[in-house]
């Protein structure tokens, strides 16, 4: 992470210690968990949750570590300040965390392409900074994102991949599946889960 401005670590509530390492789904925020906007997430009311998500993220933390990693370059832009951004991306984990989803912590990466820094994706930082600091396993686990640089930071971490449909996810379907053939795409996470989930009984 960059030493000059350091990236985000947020441990969450649901958080627990645990007595086996499991794998990790590492979640996009923007795109996969809540709608995107064109002028930023830069208010609460700004979010509005893609349908199922709630029900998904809950099931998943029944068998999975889930991590959310997000680039939020609109801190480093200057059009938000990061303290005003942390607090909306904390009331979103508290909307899913008061419906029983469990997610052990999120990364949050303020940074621009210009700054080169190597948590904000494509690169892997953020990711590998949750394996460091949380013990979130790498291996079987998954990256979701709606975008080609998610999946490209999913890959450089070892990670399965998987693009959803929402938010840029459709736009961003050829050009991903150019770069990572291997890639799953689903219309949503919801539609997503039940592959999220399917080898939990070698692994989780």
């Not at 700004?46 to 991590?67: F, T, Y």
């Not at 052990?104 to 990466?109: H, Y």
């Not at 949380?134 to 686990?141: K, P």
Request: proline share 5%; with cysteine; charged share 25%.
């Amino acid at each position: 992470m960059s030493p000059d401005w350091p990236c985000v670590m947020l441990r969450h509530r649901g958080e627990q210690a645990r007595y086996e390492v499991r794998p990790t789904v590492f979640l996009d925020r923007d795109g996969v968990l809540n709608e995107n906007r064109d002028a930023h997430i830069r208010r609460v009311s700004d979010v509005v949750l893609i349908p199922g998500v709630v029900h998904a993220v809950r099931r998943l933390g029944e068998h999975r570590d889930v991590v959310i990693v997000t680039n939020q370059a609109v801190i480093g832009r200057g059009l938000a300040q990061k303290e005003d951004i942390v607090a909306i991306h904390r009331s979103v984990v508290e909307l899913f965390e008061a419906q029983g989803a469990r997610i052990v912590g999120s990364v949050i990466c303020p940074h621009t392409v210009a700054s080169e820094c190597p948590c904000r994706k494509p690169l892997p930082g953020m990711l590998l900074a949750a394996s460091q600091s949380w013990g979130c396993r790498l291996e079987n686990s998954w990256m979701v994102g709606d975008a080609v640089t998610d999946v490209q930071a999913g890959t450089a971490a070892g990670c399965r991949t998987m693009l959803v449909r929402t938010g840029r996810g459709a736009a961003h379907e050829e050009n991903t599946l150019r770069v990572q053939p291997d890639c799953v795409v689903v219309p949503s996470l919801p539609f997503g889960l039940e592959r999220l989930l399917a080898d939990r009984g070698q692994d989780g």
